[in-house]
């Protein structure tokens, strides 16, 4: 075998693609089913937050009848599966990768049905398998129930009485809405956060991400690559109404808003001061960029095009938020742990994760020859994670990899 390619999400079908492309015998093995990641782990009610017109992928752009809509999760992974038919992507499904190991020829893969030779392996097992949860955890009291949005699927699966959300990206803001509408009194803890208006001058925020090129930018001309990594991911939902969801409009649900979960001690949850320098700071990075779209707009003689300019209130700051929460009263019942996700590599035999367990690489060309990675964020542009940003990536790489079948540099 010349290729494996380890994981049937969309990186991975993008890997297949454009190895088919340059008649590159592969195989994609996947643990569970394609798309498996939509499969089992999302909530419920969770749309993309990328509109439909948005999420194109190798030669299978959007041509349904609600370009402006944002899909289920049963509707993505029906648009994984379509895309793996067209790839023609040769998955083994039900087929774990339990270790790859470097040989003098390539790799050897061990998996849940027997070994594989390759010369060659690209790593597309996503990016956020595995829940981040912070350490301070384990501090929590036993009486509180704790979940990620990896198990979460919807508000009927808690136990009654009061919800503390920890973390306000898009998951945290999205599960606070839908908890708060439950009719549960729910707590969100708010550290640093990207904020973002559903639509900017009548037209879909990611919409002026797209097309003034924020997402264009490379990783290797980005200041500062690591952070980049680490962004948050904006406080965006979508939905039909193409409705805001931004701290604001969760205080108005009657969400009560907290700091930074700082630490938890004798069953005390401490929660950092500062909020309101932490809404100051993401209202002034919201500004910044609703100035450079209007500056765009300007620029490209496209203002008459679109709405006029728009500037939002500030993020309103509570009067005295609560600085600490004692878990073990009872007002609490249930933790969600909205902290992110992190890949999980612990079938990877070869040395190339850093200190902190991620893939040192550059621009998905992996520190060890033949070895590749897909899907990982700013791989090699700020779009690499989301569905449009594969195709690039996957070309590039694939181009490299080509490469270094053919002995070139
Ligand atoms: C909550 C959430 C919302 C998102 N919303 C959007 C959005 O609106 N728009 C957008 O464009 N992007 C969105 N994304 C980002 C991105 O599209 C997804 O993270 C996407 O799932 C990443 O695709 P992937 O192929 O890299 O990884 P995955 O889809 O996670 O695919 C990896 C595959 O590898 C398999 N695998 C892992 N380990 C092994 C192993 N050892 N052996 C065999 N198989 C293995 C997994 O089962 C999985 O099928 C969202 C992500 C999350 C988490």
Redesign the pocket.
Known sequence: MTTVV???????LAASHHLSARSIDHVV????QV????RT??WDS?R???PNWL?RLPDLPYDGPDPDGYLTMGEVVGLVERFAAAAQAPVRTE????EVRRTDAGYRVATSAGEIDARTVVV??????TPAVPALSQGVPASVHQVT?FAYRNPLQLPDGGVLVVGAS??GVQLAAELARSGRPVTLSVGEHVRMPRTYRGRDVLWWMDTTGVWDERYDQVDDLDRARRLPSPQLV?TAARATLDLNALADLGVELVGRLAMVRDGRALFSGGLRNVFALADLKLERLLDSFDAYAGRSGRDAEVGPAERFPPTRVPGSPRWQLDLAAGEISTIVWATG?RP?YS?LGVPVLDEKGRLRHDGGVVDSPGLYA??LPVLRRRRS????GIDDDARAVVEHLSGHLDGSP
Do not use: M
């Open positions: 380890v994981g049937a999400g969309h990186a991975g093995l996947e643990r569970g798309a498996n990641s939509w782990e999302r969770l993309l937050l990328t999420n087929t774990a990768v339990t597309a097992s996503g990016a956020f398998n949005p898009a998951s979508g996700g999980d079938w897909l899907g994670t989301f569905l449009h």
